[in-house]
């Protein structure tokens, strides 16, 4: 039929097309190309939309499960992309968002960005990746120095050793803490005589081998989230991720960390790992470090720190000293894609010990054979991208100088604005800031001194309240999307309860002192919608009723 | 110090400018975004250098462990970049690169990379994603839909229900088969009275609870390298992955599945699941995915298919049939890195029952709240970029149709090299292509005729002086850079042994049969270098001085 084979003929040339003819500059698609290229941030000023659309509005945009049948045009396809996808996105680079761990990216990321992406080297083995392989491990090898500060002989040897990893480069944090605690569990039960490892034999036989009972992870109430997911599949078990209690501070308590330990001890389960923060995810704080390193030792247990968000504080003379102990930390996380400046993606675990990693080690018969360069036999990952090239020009371009800059305007930046907040009649701050990130909470000053006097009861009933204003508020302030801050739920130890507080997070360097103000001064407007009203008067009526003494058991 | 305030304040502009200024188009960076833009495959052939430099001396470029302090023009590392990196990067899109799973990409998926970039969102939560949860959540739906068939109401129901997902997108196949075997193990030991299930008491009490000895997994012994990484991760051992034999076409051998499934149950050892590949990774076969999927419902056991690499032959009319039986699966992984050409870091796991990833749930106060629709609290990994979108764009632009187009040509073009190889008096096909990858090995048509009466003595012999060859045969073409194949041991039926052999994997459109024949061509002229004729010569002198009779053990 020759109808069909010309048809199926034309379709070919389409196909052929698709994979050489690059789009061109007049098309819809390049000039949004062009648009992106000349100015992103007016870009995205201009195409994402403050016009708040409600998330089951957007899904009806992409409700078929359907894969379409026949090919669309690009540049129909484009304009969908546009209307539906881009218009509907959030503007994580804008500095009036300050909710989440997300800024604006240095402009260079995003031809850099084009070439990786045309490159499309595969960092699991030299073979597809060549240059990239020696440049991930150089990567791996700065950030190592940047924690350890080992020396120049150290880095030299280690730096290219192709039996060994001084780091794995990960798609983000949670999978570098992973590796890190899977590294951590089977050094403990390295092989030994008749026992092969827990890699081989598995955990049931690991703990008979050990004479234990179980194994534990320690970690302060304000772990990340991602160190359950890690327990869980490690088959430790949520139950044996021990939640310490915290100071005022949020910061691990030392005291009933080792009174923990013992216990624990007592029941003949082995601690695996203490793991330190450096820049809890919520309140931004920092560890003890110094203090659970030399735990770590005396429990002869591996000590990991999550600095996914604080590490690179280590950038910034001034402030490095609150990291003190990373040093002798057993393995590090980082991501790059937070206080880097790199786009979504990338993470990285380093550790101490260049031979860490050979606990994890594994070989593929047709890639990763023994001996070789290959990045993938150390990486809990398979296939990945040449995002390494990203950090390598960030350090690169922006240097440690300025890296150090973007901290400490960072931290002078929250500092501030835990002052406007302090000065503020109607807003309370709830953590004080130690990096760039703290949390506060609409409570007027009014309310505050009767909540100080209270009873427990009166205290609770204020506080619920104040919770449901708090949370409407952040609510209210998303969905007008001019600033944007995050909420979560927080113990306070002036009122001994969890609350719903406000969180911002201060690291995107075109966030300025005005906005900040802009972003209390929207809140104060917010609160006065009568959906919040309502609540704030219920909170005036019982401040109203109160006596004055007797004093709250929670008071100051 | 005014010099010093000074010095600080223009410090401060020029952080400011790397975050606003984009790069001016005559700028270097600017001039290679634009070649790129213009025309990759161009770009490409023109920067990656043919020029072999060893691994070692392209590692002094990426020596030093310091940090720079000071910060780069972005013009002066764009050179470096260039010289440096781009130049000693492999040419994967080549299409004469056909010994790996990478290929050509449609080269929209450039301008879209950008845009995916540059909007830089998180899709770990809906507040850092907007409308690219919904998309993710539709990408997911046609993917299922593509492999299970359910009709309309089915997808209307789960499409965008906040409480489930009907799988979960990765980085790559590696956290895909991860997450399959998780969830499995998880509603395996799902919580039932006191006992709160496998994630939070962990593996040694779930199997206590059970009452039994130990979980195993079974697969092929082509099974991918990432099942042992989880079987180790999951703690159940690599003792405890139970490799099956296969048959000649590299199928699993079901007869040898089901005696060991049986021996298994009398060690009172529970297979946690069996899994069956859909395109193994070095010769692409699929297993009786049919019969598995019986087998797996006999033993109430879990059934994963790994189609990373086969799964899009789903969209072929005519080749959709080789897997049948994936739609009894109860998940299945998919890379969209490989046949869907999207850029690397893009996979996929979707499961049948689209409650099953509530077992690996989680949630945290500040995101991933209760009810909401934020992906990550069902999936492994935390922070995530929109890769989703870079698939949507896939489907759409090229549809099912093309996408048909694409596996069958690649599986035409796997026959037609076939072809050329079994006529070649030079080359032996050592695996017949099933889908769109083969391998074959340099073995002289005399060789083979004297090999199929040589006693088992000689033809050790003669076959460990080929595996040299064909090492070193691939090794010198993929460093003159022209072609290449990539090489992997396999056992080989008809010798009763491993072999080293060459692989071809034929999934870039772009390559032509006269890439083909050139390949080898290449490797004629590679044999006739002095080292491998050394070899060759030791080879023929062991056929010459070989009497006729008697039969080879291993004979036809």
């Known amino acids: 039929m020759p109808k069909t084979r010309e048809s199926a003929r034309a379709n070919l040339e389409n196909l052929y097309r698709i994979f050489t003819v690059p789009e061109a500059p007049e098309s819809t698609l390049g000039a949004i190309d062009q648009a992106i290229t000349a100015n992103v941030a007016g870009f995205l000023q201009t195409h994402i939309v403050a016009l708040e659309r409600s998330l089951d509005e957007i899904e009806t945009d992409f409700s ?3 894969i379409p049948e026949n090919p669309t045009f690009v540049s129909e396809y484009t304009e969908f992309v546009r209307e539906k996808l881009v218009a509907q996105s959030v503007h994580t680079a804008a500095p009036g968002f300050i909710g989440h761990m997300t800024s604006a990216l240095p402009y260079f990321m995003l031809p850099l960005s084009r070439i990786m992406t045309a490159l499309n080297q595969n960092l699991v083995k030299v073979e597809t990746s060549k240059a990239f392989t020696p440049m991930e491990r150089q990567v791996l090898a700065m950030l190592h120095r940047l924690v350890y500060r080992e020396d120049e002989d150290f880095y030299e040897r280690w730096i290219h050793d192709s039996r060994n990893a001084l780091g794995a480069f990960c798609s983000g944090g949670t999978i570098a803490n992973l590796t890190a605690l899977w590294a951590a569990r089977n050094r403990l039960f390295a092989p030994q005589g008749d026992f092969r490892g827990i890699a081989q034999e598995g955990l049931v036989r690991s703990l008979n081998h050990m004479g234990c009972e179980g194994l534990a992870v320690l970690v302060s109430r304000r772990g990340h989230y991602s160190l359950g997911k890690a327990v869980d599949l490690l088959a430790i078990g949520r139950d044996n991720l021990v939640l310490i209690e915290t100071d005022e501070k949020n910061r ?3 005291a009933k960390l080792r009174e ?21 995810t919520e309140t931004g704080n920092i560890d003890p470090l110094d203090a659970m390193a030399d735990l770590a030792l005396e429990l002869d247990c591996h000590f990991h720190v999550d600095a996914a968000w604080g590490g690179p ?7 490095r000293h609150l990291l003190d102990g990373i040093s002798h930390a057993d393995s590090v ?12 993606g990338a993470g990285m675990v380093v550790f101490k010990d260049p031979t ?14 023994h001996g070789s360069k290959d990045l993938g036999s150390h990486t809990l990952e398979g296939s990945r991208p040449g995002k390494a090239m990203l950090v390598h020009a960030g350090l690169s371009i922006i240097g440690r100088k300025g890296y150090e800059l973007l901290i400490d305007m960072g931290i002078a930046r929250a500092a501030t604005f835990a002052g406007m907040i302090d000065r503020h009649p109607d807003f309370e701050l709830t953590s004080e800031p130690e990096l760039n990130i703290l949390t506060y909470r609409y409570c007027p000053q009014r309310v505050r001194e009767k909540l100080a006097w209270a009873t427990a009861e009166q205290c609770a009933e204020i506080n619920d309240l104040l919770d449901q204003v708090n949370q409407l508020l952040q609510k209210y302030q998303r969905e007008a999307g001019k600033t944007f801050v995050s909420r979560t739920r927080l113990r306070v130890a002036r009122y001994g309860r969890e609350l719903t507080v406000l969180r911002a997070v201060l690291a995107n360097p075109l966030t300025s ?7 209390l001064a929207e809140q104060g407007e917010i609160v006065k919608q009568a959906e919040l009203q309502a ?4 909170i005036e009526a019982l401040c109203a009723g109160m006596a004055d003494p007797p004093a709250c058991a929670a008071g100051p």
Request: a negative charge.
């Open 356 to 369: 860490a990693l050979s606990a994890i080690e594994h070989h593929a018969a047709y890639i990763l054979r």
């Open 535 to 538: 609540l704030v008067q219920q």
């Open 260 to 280: 923990k330990c013992r216990r624990l001890q007592d029941e003949n389960i082995r601690p695996l790992s203490l793991v330190g923060i450096a820049g809890t």
């Open 313 to 319: 504080t280590l950038f910034s003379e001034s402030h």
């Open 333 to 344: 996380t980082m991501d790059a894609h937070k206080q880097l400046y790199v786009p979504m």
């Open 513 to 519: 002192d005005e906005i900040l103000g802009a972003v």
């Open 252 to 254: 691990i308590d030392m």
């Open 64 to 66: 078929s499960s359907v």
